[in-house]
């Protein structure tokens, strides 16, 4: 019996992780605790040594704590709650809404464009999408929009941020696998722009087959006067615009990594907040306690983390994955491949997108490592088919904000939906805009170039 728990020891550990995931204990302390419970059953077996423990200060120092890339977190963080603070997206909104209001569905087509510039400058979905929330649907109920319309549409466009850059799930990702967070930045770059252009054909076509859906904004509203309109379009589209090109283009010019892309763009988001005269010391104070404690709380899952993954590698969890995979019959690149996605749709389900990253990568990451995608992916090593994936992975982790019961994005909503709406609405109007990122990931799965493209062009892959 003994032998037998020995040998079983690391997929007894990852049943027990799945377990206790959902006891509702912080996620950093369920890892870390877990690694810390069957390390000591280890050495209960004699199949893992007390001394290794002492493995895990260097590679939490090394790998974490002073890891010059994982600084950008915090910052994006900052950055965004500048932003939010500043009225910008109030404002922003009010501008598309005119600028698209020939267009069918155009308020909708604006709340997309509106969470796409977003995510190009903040990166935080709980943010968007409790701000288009609060922005959008009390102007689209007004306007006589269709509910599942609505949230459907509030849902997708608020978690484009956690794919286009700067996200942080890339900075994450990318340290996880070692693979160059400007290469990802640029990598997501165009699949991000595609799931919002998908997400704006279907509710055009929708609107177009449907207008009662989605009723036009009337003629008499918006700004009165070619001067006024001008304006509209200085104050409310230029200033975010011009932040999003500062933020990239540093990044993808080479003239800046994305720890200091971050530090140029926190820097641009306070100079707009005190240009609307909304920075006051208070608002500073929440703004720094903010990132701090986001800061805090990502760390805590990277040390935990860390620990879950040294121990489950040193009980032999690598060689009970290739065993898995080959009872499985997976022996080729593309049915693991396969394999692996469809097990992250399916964690999607239960777990957030930071849980399901650091339970998959550091088990899987490793046997990636061998597979041979050239004839796919093209030339240029292990790096290329890595980028590539994350992408994949990154596209497919976006169903775990919509799909319930767990999903992020439904919570942050639930608690502020208008009267009318309930759960119901949301849950239905999410269901095509998830088969919308399946169909995406399923376009980057087979035309790899939209992915490597923008870092090979800009040498970010070399």
Not at 141 to 162: D, N, V, W
Not at 401 to 418: A, N, Q
């Amino acid at each position: 019996m003994a032998a037998w728990l020995a040998h079983h020891l690391a997929l007894i550990m990852f049943a027990v992780l799945g377990v206790a995931l959902f006891c509702g204990f912080p996620v950093g302390f369920v890892l870390g605790g877990v690694g810390i419970l069957f390390g000591a059953l280890g050495i209960a077996l004699d199949v893992f040594l007390p001394i290794q423990f002492f493995n895990l200060l260097p590679r939490i120092w090394g790998g974490v704590a002073s890891n010059p890339v994982l600084v950008a977190i915090p910052m994006f963080i900052f950055m965004g709650t500048a932003l939010e603070r500043s009225g910008i997206a109030h404002e922003l909104l009010n501008c598309l809404q005119v600028l698209t209001r020939r267009v069918p569905g155009g308020l909708a087509m604006s709340v997309t464009v509106m969470g796409t510039i977003m995510a190009a400058t903040t990166g935080i979905v709980g943010a968007s999408v409790i701000m288009l929330t609060l922005i959008a649907m009390p102007a689209m109920m007004e306007r006589g929009y269709r509910g599942e319309l609505a949230c459907g549409t509030i849902a997708s466009a608020g978690t484009l941020g956690i794919l286009i850059p700067p996200s942080i799930m890339l900075v994450v990702m990318g340290d996880l696998l070692t693979v160059s967070v400007g290469a990802l930045f640029a990598a997501a770059l165009i699949p991000g722009l595609l799931l919002s252009a998908l997400y704006l054909a279907y509710i055009g076509g929708l609107s177009f087959l449907r207008p009662q859906f989605a009723p036009p904004l009337p003629a008499d509203q918006g700004p009165r006067g070619r001067a006024a309109f001008w304006r509209m379009i200085g104050t409310s589209f230029f200033p975010p615009a011009f932040l999003v090109v500062l933020v990239l283009g540093s990044i993808f010019g080479g003239w800046a990594t994305p720890t200091e892309a971050a530090g140029v763009g926190s820097a641009g988001a306070l100079l707009l907040a005190w240009s609307r005269r909304k920075l006051g010391r208070r608002a500073f104070l929440e703004i720094i306690e903010s990132a701090g404690l986001t800061n805090a709380m990502v760390f805590l899952l990277f040390c935990g983390a860390t620990l879950f993954a040294y121990v489950f590698r040193s009980l032999g969890g690598d060689d009970l994955v290739k065993e898995v995979m080959a009872a499985a019959g997976l022996d080729t690149g593309w049915e693991i491949l396969v394999f692996v996605l469809a097990v992250v749709f399916v964690l999607g389900f239960f777990f957030d997108w930071i849980e399901i990253s650091l339970i998959v990568l550091p088990v899987f990451g490793p046997l990636f490592q061998g597979l041979d995608f050239s004839a796919h992916v093209g030339s240029g090593g292990p790096i290329v088919f890595l980028s590539w994936f994350v992408i994949l992975l990154s596209v497919n982790l976006q169903t775990s904000f919509l799909t319930p019961p767990f999903g992020f994005t439904l919570f942050c909503m639930r608690g502020i939906l208008p009267a009318g709406l309930d759960m119901m609405h949301l849950y239905r109007g999410i269901v095509p805009f998830v088969l919308l990122q399946l169909v995406g990931m399923s376009l980057v799965l087979i035309f790899p170039d939209l992915a490597l493209w923008l870092p090979r062009v800009t040498g970010l892959l070399n």
